[in-house]
């Protein structure tokens, strides 16, 4: 700011409302006199109204009447939905006696298949059959040409089934 500005104000920054100084004393008293009067909160109960608020409340706490119970599982609907029940049972199991497949259908080519994608062991295997499947005459009977045996290792052998990791 500037010097001059400084000592140049013409107006003081500051007001007081006209006669302010004149009526203070007034206002003052009038607001003392008026919280001396209005000692009491204004607000009041009706006459004995703490004596009989025990008994007014006990009477709409207790019972009057008691209210009729229903059942939601009454014998009547009980029966109905245990019938339902058991008919959609009925209907998923008479569904499930299909005949079985016929194993004679099977090809060699599956059982080999599923053998050797479901990575089945020997001991699995051997438990499967009994011992009248492992006598050694039925294994003797079956008389071989070298000449199918040489095709079928050759068609159905690879390099890598014959090595031994």
Do not use: C, H, R
């Amino acid at each position: 700011m500037n010097k001059n500005n400084l000592q140049n104000i013409k107006k003081p920054g500051f007001n007081v409302p006209k006669d302010y100084f004149n009526n203070l004393e007034d206002v003052i008293l009038s607001e003392i006199n008026l919280k001396e009067t209005l000692s009491t909160s204004g607000f009041k109960t009706p006459k004995d109204y703490f004596e009989t608020l025990e008994g007014v409340v006990i009477e709409k706490v207790t019972e009057k009447k008691a209210s009729k119970v229903i059942s939601l599982f009454s014998a009547k609907n009980l029966v109905y939905i245990s019938s339902v029940a058991a008919a959609i049972l009925l209907l998923f199991n008479l569904s499930n006696f299909q005949k079985n497949g016929d194993w004679s259908n099977l090809d060699t080519e599956t059982v080999e298949n599923y053998m050797i994608n479901e990575d089945i062991s020997f001991y699995e295997i051997a438990a499967l059959l009994s011992d009248e499947d492992l006598k050694e005459e039925n294994f003797i009977d079956y008389n071989f040409d070298k000449e199918n045996i040489e095709n079928y290792l050759l068609n159905n052998l690879e390099v890598e089934d014959l090595v031994i990791d």
